[in-house]
């Protein structure tokens, strides 16, 4: 409807042009002409919301939020507080995880692509997770490869996903940052909760470790 269109309703006979509607529809139709076209109304303006007696002055935040003001947030990106001046060394990756997620519809689908991994790459194939597991919120799968496969497993993946959600991060020193700002996913997204994942401690590896375990026997269609 154009603005047209309204201003000929609003100044129009509503008596002939909208026969057929009630009197409270009408009351909308020219309602929305009026908002449209900046009219003031001439109903008067309707009692604001009461809060319930019952809950006022109980909230734990306080009453005045409203007032609080807006300051930029802390960085989340490890390092960042402020821009950096030069940009990460992207040989901080020292290896990269595939986590491929699934559901009780698609678990087949997960199996096969499991498989065909298996039988295709020298990777560190891990274990069904049937439930949620670690940062993870769906029942899952992971493979871990060394960079040298990136260039072959992403492409790969790209056509292999069978329309499975796939999580690939790469493995630095800061797990958290791995898993909620250095990603690619492919098809789509879903949440992880790597909030409060932790560097590694004192006497562990500073990176998460590849150890691949599969031994390939079809050769890979190329
Ligand atoms: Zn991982």
Do not use: C
């Not at 199996?111 to 029942?139: D, M, S």
């Not at 991060?169 to 700002?181: G, V, W």
């Amino acid at each position: 409807m154009s603005h047209d269109d309204v201003r000929m309703h609003a100044a129009g006979d509503e008596a002939n042009e909208t026969p057929q509607l009630e009197p409270s529809r009408r009351q909308v139709i020219t309602g929305f002409a009026a908002v449209t076209l900046g009219i003031t109304a001439t109903s008067p303006p309707q009692d604001p919301v009461k809060q319930d007696p019952g809950t006022a002055g109980r909230s734990p935040w306080g009453e005045d939020t409203w007032k609080e003001p807006t300051p930029a947030p802390v960085s989340q990106r490890p390092g960042e507080q402020v821009l950096p001046a030069q940009p990460r060394k992207y040989t901080d990756i020292k290896s990269y995880h595939a986590h491929i997620y699934f559901d009780e519809d698609n678990h087949a689908k997960a199996a096969l692509l499991r498989r065909w991994v298996a039988e295709r790459f020298v990777v560190e194939l891990g274990n069904w997770n049937r439930e949620p597991r670690g940062p993870h919120v769906t029942p899952s799968f992971y493979f871990g490869f060394t960079n040298d496969l990136l260039p072959v497993i992403v492409p790969w993946l790209q056509l292999n996903s069978l329309g499975l959600t796939i999580l690939l991060h790469p493995n630095t020193e800061d797990p958290r940052a791995d898993h909620l700002h250095y990603a690619l996913w492919i098809n789509r997204t879903q949440a992880v909760n790597a909030f409060a994942m932790k560097k590694p401690g004192a006497g562990e590896p500073a990176v998460e470790q590849i150890f691949p375990n599969t031994k390939p026997t079809v050769k890979l269609e190329a």
